[in-house]
T-cell receptor, first 112, second 114 residues
Framework: GQQLNQSPQSMFIQEGEDVSMNCTSS?????WLWYKQDPGEGPVLLIA?????ELTSNGRLTAQFGITRKDSFLNISASIPSDVGIYFC????????????FGSGTQLTVLP | EAGVAQSPRYKIIEKRQSVAFWCNPI?????LYWYQQILGQGPKLLIQ????????DSQLPKDRFSAERLKGVDSTLKIQPAKLEDSAVYLC????????????FGSGTRLTVV
C-alpha cells in the first residue's frame, strides 16, 4: 500500500520560533491535508491542498503541495504554547473510495 | 452542528475477550470510516461505509474484527477475540462529500488489552 514518510518525528522549539515539517510519498496524491491532534482527541483539519505547487495559509500556518505531487510541507511561524500537539500529513488519491493515508506524525513541543 | 460521537471513551479488557465500539456520525453524512491509531503512529483505515454498504474493508482483520452500519447511520466495530496488539485508539470519522476536507473525527475509544 501507499506509504507516507513524515519528518521529523519530534521537535522541541522555543516559543516564538518557526518550525517546518514535511511529508513524502511513494505515490502521487491529488489532495494533501494537514491535521493536528491534541491528547485524547481526534485529528482536526488545519489546511487542505488541491493542486501541485499550491501554497496555502491559515493564520500562522503555511502549507505547500509539492510539484511532484509526492510531497508536502507545513510551516508554523512564531510558535506559541498552544501549538503543542501531534501534526499529521495525509494524502488522498483520486478514485471513488478516496480514503486518507496518514503519515506517522510530528510531535511538537513548544518551550516557554 | 453536533460532532461525531463515540463511546465508550476508554475500555480495558483481557486478551481473548470481546469488545464493541459505537459511533454516531454527523447527521446527513453518508460516509463513515473506522480508523485504528496505534500509539506513536498515524491513523490507519480499517473500514469505509457509504450509507449502509461497505466501500472498502481490505485492511480489516476479518478473522477477529467486524463492523456494521445498520440503517446507514450509527455504526459498531467489534473485536472478538481481542489480542494484545489490538491496544490502540479507535477513531470514527464521517464525511458528507467523501473528500478529506469533509472528514470530521470523533474523540476516539482508547482500548487497552491486558
Amino acid at each position: 500500500g501507499q506509504q507516507l514518510n513524515q519528518s521529523p518525528q519530534s521537535m522541541f522549539i522555543q516559543e516564538g520560533e518557526d518550525v517546518s515539517m514535511n511529508c513524502t510519498s511513494s505515490s502521487i496524491f491529488n489532495t494533501w491535508l494537514w491535521y493536528k491532534q491534541d491528547p485524547g482527541e481526534g485529528p482536526v483539519l488545519l489546511i487542505a491542498l488541491y493542486k501541485a505547487g499550491e501554497l496555502t495559509s491559515n493564520g500562522r500556518l503555511t502549507a505547500q503541495f509539492g510539484i511532484t505531487r509526492k510531497d508536502s510541507f507545513l510551516n508554523i511561524s512564531a510558535s506559541i504554547p498552544s501549538d503543542v500537539g501531534i501534526y499529521f500529513c495525509a494524502g488522498q488519491p483520486s478514485g471513488s473510495a478516496r480514503q486518507l493515508t496518514f503519515g506517522s506524525g510530528t510531535q511538537l513541543t513548544v518551550l516557554p | 452542528e453536533a460532532g461525531v460521537a463515540q463511546s465508550p471513551r476508554y475500555k480495558i479488557i483481557e486478551k481473548r475477550q470481546s469488545v464493541a465500539f459505537w459511533c454516531n456520525p454527523i447527521s446527513g453524512h453518508a460516509t463513515l470510516y473506522w480508523y485504528q491509531q496505534i500509539l506513536g503512529q498515524g491513523p490507519k483505515l480499517l473500514i469505509q461505509f457509504q450509507n449502509n454498504g461497505v466501500v472498502d474493508d481490505s485492511q480489516l482483520p476479518k478473522d477477529r474484527f467486524s463492523a456494521e452500519r445498520l440503517k446507514g447511520v450509527d455504526s459498531t466495530l467489534k473485536i472478538q477475540p481481542a489480542k494484545l496488539e489490538d491496544s490502540a485508539v479507535y477513531l470514527c470519522a464521517s464525511s458528507f462529500t467523501g473528500t478529506g476536507e469533509g472528514y470530521t473525527f470523533g474523540s476516539g475509544t482508547r482500548l487497552t488489552v491486558v
